[in-house]
């Protein structure tokens, strides 16, 4: 089970961290990821780190103002968004994966129930 939190209504250059909890069967989880769902747009990768949280990964948006990164004692995954645009308004996903594979690409398992991301001017 993966429980998402942090979202919020945040002015343009706010930064912002989500958090994302797993519990259950997490010794299956080979990754974590986060996506993106904007208003009238298709779901979108946004990040992933390995689920020793050694290995991270950036869809090209996101490097620099995005930093994904796992809190091994609590299996919980943070995403901190810093310099928020308001193209960064959608609602975000979590998502675990059982797969080795191209984080990008490869079947996510389990998803967390999104939270939303408002950014205003």
């Known amino acids: 089970q993966l429980q998402a939190s942090g979202g919020g209504l945040v002015q343009a250059g706010d930064s912002l961290r989500l958090s994302c909890a797993a519990s259950g069967r997490t010794f299956s989880l080979r990754a974590m990821g986060w996506f993106r769902q904007g208003p009238g747009k298709e779901r979108e990768f946004v990040a992933a780190v390995s689920w020793s949280g050694i290995s991270t990964y950036y869809a090209d948006f996101a490097k620099g103002r995005f930093t994904i990164s796992k809190d091994n004692a609590k299996d919980t995954v943070h995403l901190q968004i810093d310099s928020l645009k308001l193209e960064d308004t959608a609602v975000y996903y979590c998502?675990?994966?059982?797969?080795?594979?191209?984080?990008?690409?490869?079947?996510?398992?389990?998803w967390g129930q999104g939270t939303q991301v408002t950014v205003s001017s």
């Open positions: 998502a675990g994966t059982r797969t080795v594979g191209i984080v990008t690409i490869i079947p996510y398992d389990y």
